[in-house]
């Protein structure tokens, strides 16, 4: 067995990393988990959405002026309202499921990038990082923001790779579900246009 544990000590270790991530993440969710008046505003839209009462076709408000933001977090959401019984707080649980699978995305992607070291490093500050975990307990719209920022890069990479018209388009995709979740995300623009012209 010890052989075995020091042959696969990187997932021995990830494993351990994972559930540290899962319970700081989900330990007394249902307690402390934040609901004003954003959150209230949400449920009850989301709520709309999952009873096919109402289909909205604009999403959050936005801090610069009569700005919205687009739909998808509304309905990207929506079905952990579903599976919660359309309690509030299951969509606080559907945002800490998507931090716990960003963290392991993004330990696959450093490994592949750089190596097992980095890797372990990288998921142990993400696992422990306050803010990650703050953002992590409640339902908000940016919250998801990393994942999907980081499945659009890991997207238009393999497109080119691949040389793949699908995964562009689906790049494509990705970038529009990030910046309808914050429009901080229209700064992942730049770099893309530049990754397009060095190749």
Same mark, same amino acid.
């Given at each position: 067995?010890?052989?075995?544990? @020091? @042959?696969?000590?990187?997932?021995?270790?990830?494993?351990?990393?994972?559930? !540290?991530?899962?319970?700081?993440?989900?330990? @007394?969710?249902?307690?402390?988990?934040?609901?004003?008046?954003?959150?209230?505003?949400?449920?009850?839209?989301?709520?709309?959405?999952?009873? !096919?009462?109402?289909?909205?076709?604009?999403?959050?408000?936005?801090?610069?002026?009569?700005?919205?933001?687009?739909? *998808?977090?509304?309905?990207?959401?929506?079905?952990?309202?579903?599976?919660?019984?359309?309690?509030?707080?299951?969509?606080? !649980?559907?945002?800490?499921?998507?931090?716990?699978?960003?963290?392991?995305?993004?330990?696959?992607?450093? @490994?592949?990038?750089?190596?097992?070291?980095?890797?372990?490093?990288?998921?142990?500050?993400?696992?422990?990082?306050?803010?990650?975990?703050?953002?992590?307990?409640?339902?908000?719209?940016?919250?998801?923001?990393? !994942?999907?920022?980081?499945?659009?890069?890991?997207?238009?990479? =393999?497109?080119?790779?691949? =040389?793949?018209?699908?995964?562009?388009?689906?790049?494509?995709?990705?970038?529009?579900?990030?910046?309808?979740?914050?429009?901080?995300?229209?700064?992942?623009?730049?770099?893309?246009?530049? *990754?397009?012209?060095?190749?």
């Amino acid at each position: 067995i010890l052989k075995l544990l @020091k @042959k696969h000590i990187n997932i021995v270790l990830l494993v351990f990393i994972v559930l !540290f991530a899962i319970f700081l993440r989900f330990y @007394k969710l249902e307690q402390f988990a934040t609901f004003l008046a954003d959150q209230g505003r949400d449920a009850i839209i989301i709520k709309r959405i999952a009873t !096919f009462e109402h289909f909205t076709a604009i999403g959050p408000p936005t801090s610069v002026g009569h700005v919205f933001s687009g739909p *998808f977090y509304y309905y990207f959401i929506a079905p952990w309202f579903w599976i919660f019984n359309f309690q509030p707080v299951g969509l606080a !649980f559907g945002i800490a499921f998507f931090s716990i699978l960003f963290i392991l995305v993004n330990y696959f992607v450093i @490994k592949n990038i750089f190596n097992d070291k980095v890797a372990l490093i990288s998921t142990v500050l993400l696992t422990f990082s306050s803010t990650m975990i703050d953002f992590s307990r409640f339902s908000w719209n940016p919250n998801p923001l990393p !994942f999907f920022a980081l499945l659009s890069y890991i997207v238009l990479v =393999k497109s080119f790779e691949k =040389k793949d018209y699908f995964l562009f388009a689906l790049f494509g995709g990705l970038l529009a579900f990030s910046i309808q979740l914050h429009y901080l995300a229209l700064f992942l623009i730049p770099p893309s246009i530049i *990754f397009f012209l060095a190749k």
